[in-house]
């Protein structure tokens, strides 16, 4: 079963914003599912890997958007990006450094509660102004 599955609640209304989080979402989902079913640790690592990279691309398309129209909130926004890639990178090193599966599920779980707050939350509020500018 996965951990998470989109709902239309978490559709921010910028199509290029909404795919990267879809993408987010099912890569959060194959890396949880592939701990749940006891993956070769490469696999699951491959999986971190792409998760740090994509939401790498994804943050520097937001905060392009930021640039690009001026948004005032841009700097706590830019934090909770760069805490959220602390967060990945932690997941990776504990799993690298031999954590549990147990543990590794746990801190999988939290960074998607963090994910989906943050786009509830942070990456909503932002789509009003983004909108005003032309962009959807
Ligand atoms: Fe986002
Ligand atoms: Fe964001």
Do not use: C
């Amino acid at each position: 079963m996965s951990l998470v599955q989109w709902s239309d609640e978490l559709t921010v209304g910028v199509a290029a914003v909404d795919d990267d989080h879809r993408k987010l979402f099912s890569l959060v989902n194959y890396l949880y599912d592939s701990m749940v079913a006891g993956r070769e640790r490469p696999v699951v690592d491959d999986f971190i890997n792409s998760l740090l990279i994509y939401t790498r691309e994804h943050f520097a398309r937001e905060e392009a958007f930021f640039e690009e129209t001026g948004y005032p909130d841009s700097f706590v926004h830019k934090k909770e990006h760069d805490d959220l890639i602390r967060q990945i990178t932690d997941v990776r090193e504990s799993f690298k450094s031999g954590a549990t599966p147990q543990k590794t599920l746990e801190m999988i779980g939290f960074l998607n509660k963090w994910l989906i707050e943050h786009i509830r939350k942070s990456d909503k509020k932002y789509a009003p102004h983004l909108h005003a500018q032309g962009i959807s």
